[in-house]
């Protein structure tokens, strides 16, 4: 079955800076890769998607990139502020069980 | 807009009792998973399906855990006996049958057991 890996698990950036998620998998038919975001003690929420027929999306300071070949995929998050502090999620799900597999979470602290 | 219910928010139960959690997904969705999630890790699948039918419980606790979907809509998710360990959120999701689409969370049932 399929395998997430995500990395790092705790990722500490300067209010302004970039922030950089990265995300691997194992299973070649997975063909969509959602991003999720949690708050605490909130369910997660999608924040960005991509499938496997792109390589890169962006939406305003958010952005994903997929390396299809190297089954890896990252989240870019520019100009960070303070709500962007939470629990970022990756996922990916098969093109031919259904199956949605996550990562272990990063959390994500914004220093003012 | 269109959410997942779920219900209850929270559960106290004392182990070894009989716990049950229920979700209805998005109208039309065919997809429907139960995670598990512990403070700090991310969303464990239980269960998943398609329809009626259980396309994967290889990390259901079957011995204590079931879950059905009897008519392919609303799931029930039943822990008997409660453990410590089960102290958990119990998130419920759905998506369309399409694989490359989004997935809708419930708000979650926290269960607490003591």
């Known amino acids: 079955g399929e395998n997430v890996e995500q990395h790092p698990s705790t990722l500490s950036v300067q209010e302004g800076d970039s922030a950089v998620i990265k995300c691997t998998y194992s299973d070649s038919a997975s063909n969509y890769f959602p991003w999720y975001k949690q708050e605490l003690g909130k369910r997660p929420q999608l924040i960005i998607d991509?499938?496997?027929n792109v390589g890169e999306k962006k939406d305003q300071r958010i952005a994903v990139t997929l390396n299809k070949t190297a089954k890896h995929f990252s989240l870019h998050i520019t100009e960070t502020q303070p709500e962007d502090s939470a629990v970022y999620f990756c996922a990916a799900r098969s093109g031919s069980n259904y199956q949605l597999i996550w990562g272990a979470g990063t959390k994500l602290i914004i220093k003012p | 807009e269109a959410e997942v219910a779920q219900s209850p928010r929270y559960k106290i139960t004392e182990k070894s009792q009989a716990v049950a959690f229920w979700c209805d997904p998005i109208?039309?969705?065919?997809?429907l998973y139960w995670y598990r999630q512990i403070l700090g890790q991310g969303p464990e699948l239980l269960v998943q399906?398609?329809?009626?039918?259980?396309?994967?419980d290889s990390q259901l606790p079957k011995d204590r855990f079931s879950a059905e979907r009897l008519k392919g809509v609303d799931s029930t998710l039943k822990i008997q006996p409660a453990e410590l360990g089960d102290s958990a959120m119990y998130l419920c999701?759905?998506?369309?049958?399409?694989?490359?689409?989004?997935?809708?969370f419930g708000q979650g049932t926290r269960l607490t057991v003591v």
């Open positions: 399906f398609q329809d009626e039918s259980v396309v994967d």
């Open positions: 109208s039309g969705h065919a997809t």
């Open positions: 999701a759905s998506s369309p049958l399409e694989a490359n689409t989004e997935a809708f």
């Open positions: 991509i499938r496997s």
